[in-house]
C-alpha cells in the first residue's frame, strides 16, 4: 500500500462514519453564513468551554515537561493526536499533530476550526496562572496532510506574570527590604516611646534576643514545611505554599500583637526624686 494511502486511511480512522457527513456539511453551511473571522472566535469559545471540563488534569503542573505529559494522556484518551511543547526565544511553541480537525470539517475549514485549538490552549495556560497578557495563536499554514498544528503562547513561564507584575513585584521587595533598617533604627525611640528611658537598654536586648531566635527557628520551620510537602510528592513552587501561608500567618499574628501593645500605664511609672536646687553661698 503507498504512503499516502495509508496516511489517508488513517486519518479516515479518527473521526466516526456515523458523524463526518454531518459534520462537513454543519461546516459547509456555517461557511456559508458567516465570516471566517467570526467562526474562528467561536470555535475559540467552543475550545474555552471544552477545556473547563480538564481544568483538575493541569492544576499541579510546575513544568513545561509535566504540562506536556499531562496533555498527551488527555489527547491520547480521546484519540486527539499528540503535542509537543517548546520554549524559544521567550515564547512556548505548542505542535499539535493528528487533532482531527481536517477529518471532522473537511480542509477548507482549518482556517477557523483551529480556533478550537486555541481557546483550549489559551484556557489551559489560564488555570496555570498566565495574565491575560498571554495569547495563544497559530503561526505559519495547517499542514491537513500531515494533520500538524503549530501554535505560540507569548511569554515564557507557565504560571506567567506579564513584564509589569514581575516589576511592581521587585519594587515590592525593595521597598520592604529597604524597610529593614528603618525597622532597627527606629526601634530605640519606639521603646522609649512606650517604656520610657530607665530600662530601655534591657527591653532593647530582650527584643534583639527574640530576632535572634526567631532567626534561627524560622529556616527550621521552612525545611520542615518544605520537606513535608516534598514527601507528598510536590516540587517547585507547588512545595512552598504551605510555608508561604504559614509565613504569612506568623506575620498577621506579629502584626495584632503590635497593635496589642501599649505605653506603660502611668500607675507604673518610677517617682524621680527632684533634685534640689543649689544654695547660694555668700562670701564673707
Avoid at 506574570?161 to 529597604?178: N, P, T, Y
Avoid at 530582650?206 to 526567631?214: G, H, V
Avoid at 508561604?244 to 503590635?258: K, S
Wanted: charged share 15%; with cysteine.
Amino acid at each position: 500500500m503507498a504512503t499516502n494511502n495509508l496516511h489517508n486511511y488513517f486519518r479516515g480512522q479518527q473521526i466516526s462514519l456515523q458523524w463526518s457527513p454531518v459534520l462537513r456539511a454543519l461546516a459547509a453551511e456555517m461557511s456559508s453564513h458567516s465570516d471566517p473571522k467570526d467562526l474562528r472566535h467561536l470555535f475559540f469559545k467552543i475550545g474555552e468551554r471544552f477545556a473547563k471540563d480538564t481544568e483538575s488534569l493541569f492544576r499541579e503542573v510546575q513544568t513545561i515537561a509535566q504540562l506536556e505529559e499531562s496533555l498527551n494522556d488527555f489527547w491520547f484518551r480521546t484519540n486527539w493526536g499528540w503535542v509537543d511543547l517548546n520554549e524559544e526565544n521567550g515564547s512556548i511553541y505548542i505542535t499539535h499533530q493528528a487533532a482531527p480537525l481536517a477529518e471532522a470539517f473537511g480542509d477548507d475549514a482549518l482556517e477557523w476550526v483551529i480556533g478550537l485549538l486555541e481557546g483550549f490552549y489559551q484556557s489551559v495556560f489560564s488555570v496555570l496562572g498566565a495574565s491575560d497578557d498571554l495569547v495563544v495563536v497559530c503561526v505559519g499554514r495547517l499542514a491537513p496532510e500531515k494533520n500538524l498544528a503549530t501554535l505560540v503562547s507569548a511569554w515564557r513561564a507557565i504560571c506567567a506574570h506579564d513584564s509589569r507584575a514581575k516589576l511592581l513585584f521587585v519594587g515590592a521587595v525593595c521597598i520592604i527590604l529597604s524597610m529593614y533598617g528603618g525597622g532597627f533604627a527606629t526601634i530605640p525611640a519606639y521603646l522609649r516611646d512606650m517604656f520610657g528611658t530607665m530600662q530601655v537598654g534591657a527591653i532593647h536586648g530582650r527584643l534583639l534576643t527574640a530576632w535572634s531566635t526567631a532567626g534561627i527557628l524560622g529556616p527550621l520551620l521552612v525545611n520542615y514545611l518544605h520537606d513535608q510537602q516534598k514527601a507528598k510528592g510536590l516540587t517547585g513552587a507547588a512545595a512552598y505554599q504551605t510555608v508561604f501561608y504559614t509565613m504569612a500567618g506568623v506575620l498577621v499574628v506579629g502584626f495584632v500583637a503590635n497593635l496589642l501593645v501599649s505605653a506603660v500605664n502611668s500607675r507604673y511609672h518610677v517617682a524621680t526624686t527632684p533634685t534640689p536646687a543649689p544654695v547660694p553661698v555668700s562670701a564673707r
